[in-house]
T-cell receptor
Framework: DTGVSQDPRHKITKRGQNVTFRCDPISEHNRLYWYRQTLGQGPEFLTYFQNEAQLEKSRLLSDRFSAERPKGSFSTLEIQRTEQGDSAMYLC????????????FGSGTRLTVV | TQLLEQSPQFLSIQEGENLTVYCNSSSVFSSLQWYRQEPGEGPVLLVTVVTGGEVKKLKRLTFQFGDARKDSSLHITAAQPGDTGLYLCAGVSNSNSGYALNFGKGTSLLVTP
């Protein structure tokens, strides 16, 4: 297993455009998480899935954000009508049931909205 | 959301020096994790502490979980340039909101030769 993969690594988009990011977790992990990290901050929780069910969403996840994990494997995070404030590193992580055993993070997708 | 405060925010030291960084909260955590993050990469798990008063060692790194499970510290002995990075603590609480980790803002460490 090659760990958690995220694609693309970098994305530059114009304000108002839609973007979609993909995350492929470690295959035996049933939990998948999305976090957002801005400069000088720790990762901020966005949402998480157990298998294909989205169990929690943060207040940070506005109506413009949507995440899916259709078959309980890979996940996508879509941002519609991007704004400059959406510029950040979007991190995906996976874990076994229960975060207490630790997350494995991907390398992230760096989004820049111009 | 439990607030985790890390201190110091920035630390610049010379190779060979010792240092301690702190992670504090007013909330009790069922476990606490430390991660290290390098620029442009995701955080990498260093250790998980579960029991109040627990001490874990990872080579030159010593992690301690407070007796009340509200705070933790990371001590690095004889720091090396390879220790440079952002050190993040993250807490797990068994709330109804699930098991998502809450992260502190991190301590940015620079070790110069």
């Amino acid at each position: 297993d090659t760990g958690v993969s995220q694609d693309p690594r970098h994305k530059i988009t114009k304000r108002g455009q839609n973007v979609t990011f993909r995350c492929d977790p470690i295959s035996e992990h049933n939990r998948l998480y999305w976090y957002r990290q801005t400069l000088g901050q720790g990762p901020e929780f966005l949402t998480y899935f157990q298998n294909e069910a989205q169990l929690e969403k943060s207040r940070l996840l506005s109506d413009r954000f949507s995440a899916e994990r259709p078959k309980g494997s890979f996940s996508t995070l879509e941002i519609q009508r991007t704004e400059q404030g959406d510029s950040a590193m979007y991190l995906c992580a996976s874990s076994h049931t229960g975060a207490a055993r630790g997350y494995t993070f991907g390398s992230g997708t760096r989004l820049t909205v111009v | 959301t439990q607030l985790l405060e890390q201190s110091p925010q920035f630390l610049s030291i010379q190779e060979g020096e010792n240092l301690t960084v702190y992670c504090n909260s007013s909330s009790v955590f069922s476990s606490l994790q430390w991660y290290r993050q390098e620029p442009g990469e995701g955080p990498v798990l260093l250790v998980t502490v579960v029991t109040g008063g627990e001490v874990k060692k990872l080579k030159r790194l010593t992690f301690q979980f407070g007796d009340a499970r509200k705070d933790s510290s990371l001590h690095i002995t004889a720091a090396q340039p390879g220790d440079t990075g952002l050190y993040l603590c993250a807490g797990v609480s068994n709330s109804n909101s699930g098991y998502a980790l809450n992260f502190g803002k991190g301590t940015s460490l620079l070790v110069t030769p």
